[in-house]
């Protein structure tokens, strides 16, 4: 009987035995292993068998990216401005053994890094600078924090800014410099606007006086060929008339006597102050200018064109308008 409750303890030791070497590591973590507290070798994901009181887990570390959240902290500007900033740091552990024993609390001791290097670079810049480069900012705490802790075999990923905070008398100032700066900006376009409206007003003058005068020299030059076709006409009429009268025909005298004779009473008939107009009309005078007329037609077409009959003597007609 005693035999066999030392057989069945010894199974129970044995079993427990085994339970505390397995070592089982969860995905995304690393453990050290320590033999007698001495650093061997890292547990890797999944399962590991380990004797137990001879070798232990050391420390468990986590390989994912990880965030330290850099809390708000004021910080005096190359130009003696006083800003609060705040930030975060991104990380990765890629030597587990470097991260458990090169340094003490690593979390604690990025979290500090981050903030003295943060106001060491923001240190350096002016109020201007902070504001309006923070990819530049960003870029040089990554160089600085990643550098520094390449010894713990951590890897930074991302450093950022998140909000810096300028003292609410600089925000004001600020706020009426932006003010006078676009008032500026629309000044100068307005009176650019006025400048361009001016300039197109004065071309589109220039523009309008230029046709303006083309049209009137279109309008002199056609003038001044309709007279000289006029005068063309007229020189060639008198031509044919001073030549008829050298021929001896004297109708063609006739006819310039009756052709001015109708104008002047067609001038005295369109007289805006003739009321009542009273001339004496020959009979045999129109009528042998007409006979004339009818004359020269026939000798100038080359045909028979009947001359006028003779019609009794009208009396003196009395004109008067409506």
Do not use: C
């Not at 409750?5 to 129970?12: E, K, L, M, R, Y």
């Not at 401005?81 to 552990?93: C, N, T």
Request: proline share 3%; glycine share 6%; no cysteine.
């Amino acid at each position: 009987m005693q035999l066999f409750t030392f057989a069945v303890f010894a199974v129970v030791l044995v079993i427990f035995y085994l339970f505390a070497s397995v070592k089982i590591v969860r995905q995304g973590y690393r453990y050290t292993i320590e033999r007698f507290g001495q650093f061997t070798q890292v547990a890797q994901p999944g399962f590991n068998l380990y004797p137990a009181f001879i070798y232990r887990v050391g420390r468990r570390i986590n390989m994912m990216e990880q965030v330290i959240d850099v809390p708000s902290q004021e910080i005096i500007t190359k130009d003696n401005a006083m800003v609060s900033v705040d930030g975060v740091v991104f990380f990765q552990v890629l030597d587990a053994a470097k991260a458990a024993y090169e340094v003490s609390n690593l979390g604690l001791a990025l979290l500090q890094l981050s903030t003295t290097n943060l106001r060491t670079v923001m240190g350096s810049m002016d109020l201007d600078e902070t504001l309006s480069k923070r990819d530049e900012i960003n870029a040089r705490l990554l160089s600085v924090v990643d550098h520094a802790t390449t010894a713990w075999g951590v890897k930074i990923t991302r450093v950022e800014i998140k909000d810096i905070r300028p003292p609410q008398d600089i925000v004001n100032s600020m706020a009426r410099q932006m003010k006078a700066e676009r008032e500026k900006r629309a000044n100068i376009l307005e009176a650019e606007g006025l400048k361009s409206a001016a300039v197109l007003k004065a071309e589109g003058e220039k523009a309008a006086q230029i046709l303006e005068a083309e049209g009137r020299r279109e309008a002199a030059f056609r003038d001044a060929e309709a007279r000289e076709r006029a005068a063309e006409a007229e020189a060639k009429a008198t031509t044919l008339v001073s030549e008829a009268i050298a021929g001896g025909n004297a109708q063609a005298i006739n006819y310039f006597v009756a052709q001015k004779y109708v104008e002047a009473v067609s001038q005295f008939a369109s007289s805006p102050n003739a009321k009542t107009i009273l001339f004496p009309v020959e009979a045999t005078q129109l009528i042998g200018t007409l006979g004339g007329i009818g004359q020269l037609a026939k000798e100038a077409l080359g045909g028979d064109v009947a001359a006028p009959k003779a019609s009794p003597t009208l009396p003196r007609t009395k004109a008067s308008d409506a």
